[in-house]
């Protein structure tokens, strides 16, 4: 197994320099950065001023070979608007998606598995109904717009919630988060829910599908003959069999969640990852935007590779194969 | 069966109503406590590193400046109480005395030094103050509190510029930015001391009891960066937050019809115009009615411009697309404004007028063409454009609108690729002077004497550079203020851009709140106080 996870990372790090090519050309076809930070009143040697001082004036082939050479070395480069390492301006903002991202996959594992297996277990059952005709409007209703709803009635309407924010943070630990404060919980409720909106309906989904096609089958049949309570069956026996998918998908809802909660930041004023790619994008803030496009897909190589390893794990017939084959 | 599948649910369910109720207690707010949404994203609190509106805002609250400008951008004095001119190339600034830092130095003229040899020396900008400076030849300390400025020409702008350079503690010359941003460094004599900067989520202030000025109200104020305008009034109207900049127009009925809201409201220094590729004799967006690009570029002409203007129902748009909330323009910059004529109003809407000068110029059937504008810089600016399109169709021209967005259309659109025909744009006077405006957008491009930097249509009149020319060396205020009118209206004679409107600033805030509106969309703490 170690030496399919070396081979795995090998195979990352071309990935990483491929990807690393095309943002750093796709954002310089863009446009200009310096129309954008500049100060609209600059005259024409300001503007120069600038272009030099950023290292924009270099052809770009030059300037991404001074990319590649800093990167080897850990320095993806400085924020041109924050004048921050790009590396640190990204972790700087991490703690706040990562507590986001826990809580909206947290609820979307707590809500969804319960009811998807209900729904699959029973499903002619009134509830069963309800469960799904819910989850094709957390599907299909656009996060930002529920967002907005939910601001509108527990923050605006009700009063009950604080409308955007990260609110204080507590330690615990050692580590600091607003998940050990009241008011942190408090500001964290709406935008976990509203991200967790599409996940739970997602986990519903496919749990529920599991749960159908796997209740008639043998396996089933066989352990209660063998006298099995029907609760060992259901959760130990068809869970194991459903959670395949269910694992899959959360792994890499997981990797969505943090790269691209940007309509969930951007609506309740979180300041996470999200919110500062869509911002560096409209700054055509280069280092940010490729540290941060970097960092991403080295996150979703981890992830894919803890779920080929979770497999594994949950079903004996999986191997991970040693010679790549 | 059904309880055991069921149980874990309705736990999870109730202890999620448990957790949530819990955090329901509302976090009562200090009387003394100010929290405002800013519209604007604030990137560093190194008052040197960044000429970027929402920095120099909340720079503002930290840090002085020689000069400062009221609500309506009208020179005050800040840490100098007078200045003069001794001859045509050299002010006197009188610093004020017993003034401190918020770590208790005194303030003195080696202060002032060590603040323009920063602004020099602050690496990686993005976008200086030099501009601000670069008149200053020589500085020369008289005495701890008498600075003069020898500069090279005649400089009457050298007050206004001095309102832009924040005032820094001669200990943190050498101070990077980072210094400034970790509160090492951030050491002004504003009215409130830093406390934190969290980059892209807020900045904490706390009141500095020793300012020289009038303190303000506020004991601790919090800048939130709340960049949605949505999210931005939702935040307001929970009560998150006191107050908010940038009201978007369509949350305006919303918040008017709120007995716990007050709005307050004032003309901007910015102008919305289109400006207009008058440099080639081919422009790549202008073609006839058949799509082959016109022989001669229409603009050129002075009544198909004069045409265009006239095809514009200002009033409409102002109506239809703000709620009233903008005034139809006619200059540059709106009255009450340093060198603004008189003379100026709004074009007529007047469609037959349009027809009639298309015709004697040559175009009585109109022509075709595409005009261009940005979809996330401005208030409604993509439906001000989609407004404008059917406009112009009327009096024959059949037109299409393309918006983008701004990180790609400002380049586009700017030097060296010119890629447009008639573009929108909005310029906001940061000096409060239509010298500012003339300067950038309408006088002929010059590297070496950094005139038409953004003059994207490129337009060129000798009589306006010569006006202007003449009244940047005039530093007795009413001839400069006389000349700079004429300047413009030899400009709108000859409809060098076409103005649009002028916006209007809007702030929102809980009842019992008062806010001064600033023209320069800036929002100070130091200025909300509690209503009478």
Not at chain 1, 189 to 199: I, S
Not at chain 1, 236 to 255: S, W
Not at chain 2, 248 to 258: E, W
Request: proline share 6%.
């Amino acid at each position: 197994m170690s030496v399919f996870i070396i081979r795995r990372l090998s195979q990352s790090a071309l990935v990483l320099l491929i990807m690393s090519l095309l943002v750093f050309f796709g954002v310089f076809a863009i446009g200009d950065p310096i129309e954008i930070f500049i100060a609209a009143d600059a005259d024409q040697a300001e503007r120069e001023r600038a272009i030099a001082a950023l290292g924009l004036d270099k052809p770009i082939w030059l300037q991404y070979f001074y990319f590649l050479a800093n990167a080897l070395g850990g320095d993806l480069g400085r924020s041109f608007v924050f004048n921050i390492p790009a590396i640190d301006l990204i972790l700087l903002r991490l703690p706040a998606t990562l507590e986001l991202a826990f809580c909206a996959v947290f609820l979307s594992v707590a809500f969804g598995i319960p009811l998807g297996m209900y729904a699959g277990y029973r499903p002619d059952s009134r509830a069963a109904k309800t469960i799904m005709a819910t989850s094709i409007a957390g599907f299909s209703l656009p996060t930002f717009w529920v967002g907005l709803m939910m601001i509108l009635v527990f923050a605006v309407e009700l009063g009950w919630l604080p409308a955007s924010g990260r609110g204080e943070l507590g330690t615990f630990l050692g580590i600091q988060s607003s998940l050990f404060t009241l008011n942190g919980l408090a500001h964290l409720a709406l935008p976990a829910l509203n991200l967790a909106l599409f996940n739970i309906s997602l986990v519903i989904r496919l749990t529920r599908a599991g749960m159908r096609e796997n209740m008639p089958m043998d396996y089933v049949k066989f352990a209660r003959a063998k006298g099995l309570t029907q609760r060992r069956v259901v959760f130990v026996h068809v869970m194991k069999n459903i959670m395949i998918p269910v694992v899959t998908v959360i792994g890499l809802e997981i990797g969505q969640v943090i790269a691209f909660a940007v309509v969930t930041e951007t609506i309740f004023a979180w300041p996470g990852m999200g919110k500062l790619i869509i911002d560096s994008i409209n700054n055509l803030d280069r280092p940010v935007i490729v540290a941060y496009l970097l960092i991403i897909v080295l996150m979703f190589i981890v992830i894919n590779l803890v779920v080929d390893v979770l497999y594994s794990v949950l079903d004996p017939r999986v191997r991970l194969s040693d010679t790549g084959k | 069966m059904r309880f055991v599948l069921c149980r874990p649910m309705i736990s999870i369910a109730v202890a999620a109503v448990a957790a949530v109720a819990a955090a329901f207690l509302p976090a009562s707010a200090r009387a003394q406590d100010l929290v405002v949404g800013l519209g604007g994203n604030v990137t560093s609190i190194d008052p040197h590193f960044h000429n970027l509106s929402p920095n120099n805002g909340v720079a503002a609250h930290v840090f002085d400046r020689l000069v400062h400008q009221d609500a309506q951008q009208r020179l005050v004095p800040g840490l100098a109480t007078e200045w003069t001119v001794l001859d045509d190339t050299t002010w006197e600034f009188k610093l004020r005395q017993n003034v401190r830092f918020h770590d208790g130095t005194p303030f003195d003229a080696e202060d002032v030094v060590a603040s323009l040899k920063r602004v020099a020396w602050v690496p990686n900008s993005p976008s200086s103050f030099l501009i601000s400076t670069r008149a200053i030849a020589e500085t020369i300390v008289v005495d701890s509190h008498t600075i003069r400025f020898r500069t090279a020409r005649p400089a009457p702008l050298l007050p206004v510029d001095m309102s832009s350079v924040n005032i820094v503690s001669k200990r943190h010359v050498e101070s990077p930015t980072g210094d400034f941003n970790q509160g090492r460094a951030a050491v002004g004599t504003g009215p409130f001391r830093f406390v934190d900067f969290a980059p892209g989520e807020r900045v904490v202030l706390a009141r500095n009891d020793n300012y020289w000025g009038p303190k303000p109200h506020w004991a601790r104020v919090t800048l939130r960066i709340i960049a949605n305008p949505s999210a931005r009034t939702a935040a307001l109207l929970a009560g998150d937050v006191q107050l908010i900049d940038q009201v978007q127009t369509a949350d305006l009925p919303r918040l008017r019809g709120n007995q716990q809201i007050a709005i307050a409201r004032v003309t901007s220094n910015r102008l919305i115009f289109l400006a207009l590729d008058q440099n080639r004799d081919q422009s790549p967006f202008i073609t006839d009615k058949q799509g082959a690009l016109l022989p001669n570029n229409p603009l050129k002409n002075r009544r198909v411009r004069q045409a265009l203007s006239r095809a514009i129902n200002r009033a409409g748009i102002v109506q239809r697309v703000f709620d009233g909330e903008a005034i139809p323009a006619g200059g540059l910059l709106p009255e009450g404004f340093f060198g603004v004529s008189d003379k100026l109003k709004p074009d007529a809407f007047d469609p037959e007028a349009a027809r009639r000068l298309l015709a004697e110029a040559g175009y009585p059937n109109g022509f075709a063409m595409t005009i261009h504008g940005p979809n996330d810089r401005y208030p409604d600016d993509e439906k001000v454009l989609q407004a404008i399109g059917p406009m112009f169709a009327r009096v024959g021209i059949d037109t299409r609108v393309v918006t983008q967005p701004w990180a790609t259309y400002a380049s586009v659109s700017s030097a060296p690729t010119y890629a447009y025909s008639i573009m929108l744009f909005g310029w906001g006077a940061a000096t409060g002077e239509v010298s500012s405006p003339l300067r950038s957008l309408l006088a002929t491009p010059n590297r070496d004497l950094g005139t038409g930097a953004s003059n994207r249509g490129r337009y060129s009149n000798p009589q306006v550079d010569e006006l202007l020319a003449r009244a940047m060396a005039t530093v007795a205020d009413p001839a400069r203020a006389r000349l700079l009118a004429e300047a413009s209206e030899a400009a709108m004679a000859d409809q060098g851009l076409i103005p649009l409107y002028y916006q209007i600033n809007l702030w929102g805030m809980r009842k019992g709140l008062s806010y001064e509106p600033r023209a320069d969309e800036t929002t100070l703490a130091q200025f909300v106080r509690p209503a009478n």
